[in-house]
Antibody, heavy 117, light 110 residues
């Protein structure tokens, strides 16, 4: 059974930093692209970032470019999202998801990030 | 990276069919055959229902089908069941290593 488990969410002040982790099991993690997707309260899903499987090519939504950094540790089957210069509008549930033919086939349960003073 | 356009709500009675639309642009929906659909029950992880416009992952009932014409993709749910009540999101690859979602459609089974 595939499992993705996010951790690292919490309350942070505007301008602060937070690092999310997503631990994967039940799949060949080193072969899978990984994404982060977020959902603000009462809003829809929004794609945030992706990292490829091998050469670790990364891409970001314009709204987080320059502030967020995606990375992975294939030895630990884990993908990370380093979030710096956080803004109130970054408040959301953050999901990690695996890529399947440019869709997202497995999802975690999500980690809540609240940016507030 | 503008969001794809979905109707905010849709509804149907048990046993009926309902179609949810997802409108994008030449840069996403009509530019690539990488449209996917997700079922999301609040508080749970989203579930992939359709990928590459019209392909169903293993385990997804054949009551769910997808299609695309021009800039608009569609998800059809046939033989509506109570458990189909959820939020549905479309997504498309948008080129240059970017992806975009629709705003979501709340499906109500009457």
């Amino acid at each position: 059974e595939v499992q993705l488990v996010e951790s690292g969410g919490g309350l942070v002040q505007p301008g602060g930093s937070l690092r999310l982790s997503c631990a994967a099991s039940g799949l060949t993690f080193r072969r899978r692209w990984m994404h982060w997707v977020r959902q603000a309260p009462g809003k829809g899903l929004v794609w945030v970032s992706r990292i490829t499987a091998d050469v670790y090519t990364t891409s970001y939504a314009d709204s987080v470019k320059g502030r967020f950094t995606i990375s992975r540790d294939n030895a630990k089957n884990t993908v990370f999202l380093q979030m710096n210069s956080l803004r109130v509008e970054d408040t959301a549930v953050y999901y990690c998801a695996t890529d399947w033919n440019y869709g997202f086939d497995y999802w975690g349960q999500g980690a809540l990030v609240t940016v507030s003073s | 990276q503008s969001a794809l356009t979905q109707p905010p709500s849709a509804s149907g009675s048990p046993g009926q069919s309902v179609t949810i639309s997802c409108t994008g642009t030449n840069s996403d929906v009509s530019g690539y055959d990488y449209v996917s659909w997700y079922q999301h029950h609040p508080g749970k992880a989203p579930k992939l229902m359709i990928y590459e416009v019209n392909k169903r992952p293993s385990g997804v009932p054949d009551r769910f089908s997808g299609s695309k014409s021009g800039n608009t993709a569609s998800l059809t749910v046939s033989g509506l069941q109570a458990e189909d009540e959820a939020d549905y999101y479309c997504s498309s690859y948008a080129g240059s290593n970017n992806w975009v979602f629709g705003g979501g459609t709340k499906l109500t089974v009457l």
